[in-house]
């Protein structure tokens, strides 16, 4: 017989949660597959901590997001935002399913081009663009989105030594009822600056302005926030329309919208309360159709939605590496998981299941990770059966910036794998070595002896 886990006494407060159809809540379920693949195999095999992909979830995903638009608006887009997660398998299935590129950078840039992706469906986004980044994306026909005068004055110069017409589009902030309002990059509607950015473009006939572009927050949780932006846009639009008589061919939206995990601090879980695709479909595509365009000069709707689109479809699995008990009395788990790997740990609540079966007995619980540093928290509070070292736990919803916000601090990055529609597992990027992390470094001679 099994010899069983010893748990000391306890007297607390009974905490059951909300009430349901079903009663309260008093027991949680393990965690033991993703997509039908046993998470301890999947620990055997790549090793731990692990970060797993469901490509049947992203696909799953993209589809009713883009279901979600183009039943209430005729022309759509999605271009894929690198930045929230530019692993090239994660980014390819996206692609197949029909989404163009976002990139804010060089090397996003030229991640994209390598991936297939034609430059025409590249979208060139951020305040921070080499010159040879701008050369790069005027040849390959790239609609460039402007932040501020010194990026338009630069490429008027290279339109005129380069003897091509860049296609581009700028950036537009503006007050749609959120604060603080994300008035840093790009130009302000409300006072003017937007319509001189406009007037220079158009008078100075260097570029060819085909979009305009907002992106008024991250992790948005007001529909009707977009409503506004989606209806100021329009605005601009037909101002062009009627002053120029030049058709602005897209407007696109940016992306953050809210993915199903809870902020820090909220009273109610995430997958209950936040927004889903068909509320902004429904607050975008409304005030866009009701803005006053004719039936044939309709703006592609352009969508760069990161988070919402992935982080469903990431999990990170870890062990535990010891337990404790605080001065205050609390239980402390200690897992080989920290902010290192989950910089998202900082903004969400996310919720995290054991891997394996466990008793009816939970207690309130502190989550480390195991950095020498005292912020490395992975939930300050949260309940739990007792876990002993060497158990298994899944972290979900994390597909999205943990793997392009992780840093290379104490500990080497895990490796990435992902569960194919056939639920067959694929390595998609390699754990981290000592020799990868040198790889770049130059030791100068006189520093390659020392005697001690």
């Known amino acids: ?19 349901n159809k079903f009663g309260m809540k008093t027991e949680y379920t393990p965690h033991t597959h993703i997509d039908e693949v046993s998470v301890k195999s999947l620990i055997k095999e790549f090793g731990s901590p692990l970060f797993v992909i469901s490509e049947k979830t992203i696909r799953n995903t993209y589809k ?19 930045k929230t997660n530019y692993i090239n398998a994660v980014c390819n299935v ?54 501020h005068l010194d990026e338009l004055y630069h490429l008027n110069e290279l339109a005129v030594e380069m003897n091509k017409r860049p296609k581009v589009a700028i950036r537009v902030n503006m007050d749609t009822g959120v604060y603080p309002m994300w008035d840093r990059f790009g130009f302000n509607y409300e006072n003017g600056q937007a319509w001189d950015a406009i007037n220079k473009i158009i008078l100075a006939d260097k570029l060819d302005l085909v979009g305009l572009h907002s992106h008024i927050g991250t992790f948005m949780l007001s529909p009707s926030a977009y ?3 989606a ?3 329009s605005d601009l639009a037909l101002g062009i329309k009627k002053k120029y008589k030049k058709n602005i061919l897209y407007l696109d939206m940016g992306g953050g919208f809210a993915s199903k995990n809870t902020l820090k601090g909220s009273f109610l879980q995430g997958v209950d309360t936040n927004p889903n695709f068909d509320q902004f479909a429904e607050a975008i595509s409304t005030a866009i159709l009701n803005a006053g365009f004719g039936t044939d000069e309709l703006p592609l709707l352009v969508l760069e939605t990161g988070r919402a689109l992935i982080d469903d479809a990431g999990y990170l699995l870890g062990s535990v590496i ?3 008990r605080l001065s205050d009395g609390r239980r402390a788990t200690i897992l080989d998981f920290g902010v290192n790997v989950m910089f998202t740990s900082f903004w969400y609540d996310h919720k995290i299941s054991p891997a394996q079966d466990f008793g009816n007995y939970t207690e309130d619980s502190v989550l480390y990770g195991p950095l020498c540093m005292n912020i490395d928290v992975i939930r300050e509070h949260i309940t739990l059966p007792p876990l002993k070292r060497n158990d298994h736990v899944v972290v979900h919803t994390v597909g999205a910036y943990n793997m392009t916000q992780w840093m290379q601090f104490i500990a080497l990055r895990p490796a990435v794998v992902m569960i194919d529609m056939k639920n067959k597992v694929h390595l998609i990027r390699k754990r981290e070595n000592l020799e990868y992390l040198e790889a770049c470094e130059v030791k100068p001679d006189y520093l390659k002896s020392f005697k001690l």
């Open 1 to 19: 017989m099994k010899k069983l886990q010893y748990e000391r006494p306890l007297i607390q407060r009974l905490n059951t949660g909300l009430m």
């Open 64 to 82: 009713e997001a883009n279901r979600a638009f183009k039943t209430r608006y005729p022309k759509v887009q999605f271009a894929w935002s690198y």
């Open 94 to 147: 996206f692609h197949q399913e029909g989404s163009w590129a976002e990139v804010v950078s060089g090397f996003e840039y030229h991640k994209a081009l390598n991936n297939g992706v034609p430059g025409s469906k590249i979208i060139f986004n951020g305040p921070d663009k080499s010159e040879d980044d701008l050369r790069a994306a005027i040849n390959n026909e790239s609609p460039i989105h402007i932040d």
């Open 227 to 229: 409503g506004v932006a």
């Open 231 to 233: 209806s100021k846009l």
């Open 322 to 324: 010891s337990n404790k």
